[in-house]
């Protein structure tokens, strides 16, 4: 990975707070969690006891959208602050059922209401 100037964002997509249900699903192990924050690439979840593996299924429920699920990668799992644990996640590059786009016009729509406030 190449060297960038302290404080640079080195992400591809733009990461924005948000809190919405979430779960995460890996084979048969089901974990009920909640965004922290949200991109078009990935999201970092914080919950308990996340099933264990690399490959898993994120479902978020996207307020009005209603509930999507997108394949993703785990890139980390660590403590988080106040206990419980955080998962980063990069979202797989193919959509899963219209995840990946479902999320970017979630984003842009909060976006949008945002500026116009």
Same mark, same amino acid.
């Given at each position: 990975?190449?060297? =960038?100037?302290e404080g640079?964002?080195r992400r591809?997509?733009p990461?924005? @707070?948000?809190?919405?249900?979430a779960?995460?699903v890996?084979?048969e192990? =089901?974990?009920?969690?909640?965004t $922290?924050?949200?991109?078009a690439?990935g999201?970092? $979840?914080?919950?308990?006891d996340f099933p264990?593996g690399t490959?898993? @299924? /994120?479902e /978020?429920?996207?307020?009005e959208?209603?509930?999507?699920? /997108? ?5 980390? =799992?660590?403590a988080?602050?106040?206990g419980g644990?955080?998962?980063?996640? +990069?979202? &797989? ?5 219209g995840?990946?786009? &479902?999320i970017? &016009?979630f $984003?842009e729509? +909060?976006? &949008?209401?945002r500026?116009?406030?």
């Open positions: 990975m190449s060297e =960038t100037p640079t964002e591809a997509h990461r924005h @707070r948000v809190s919405l249900p779960r995460v890996a084979g192990e =089901t974990a009920e969690a909640s $922290l924050d949200l991109s690439g999201v970092l $979840l914080g919950g308990d264990s490959q898993v @299924r /994120i /978020i429920e996207l307020a959208m209603g509930w999507h699920a /997108i394949d993703a990668e785990v890139v980390r =799992t660590q988080g602050e106040g644990t955080h998962l980063a996640a +990069r979202f &797989a590059e193919i959509a899963t059922l995840g990946r786009e &479902a970017h &016009a $984003l729509a +909060r976006a &949008a209401e500026d116009a406030g």
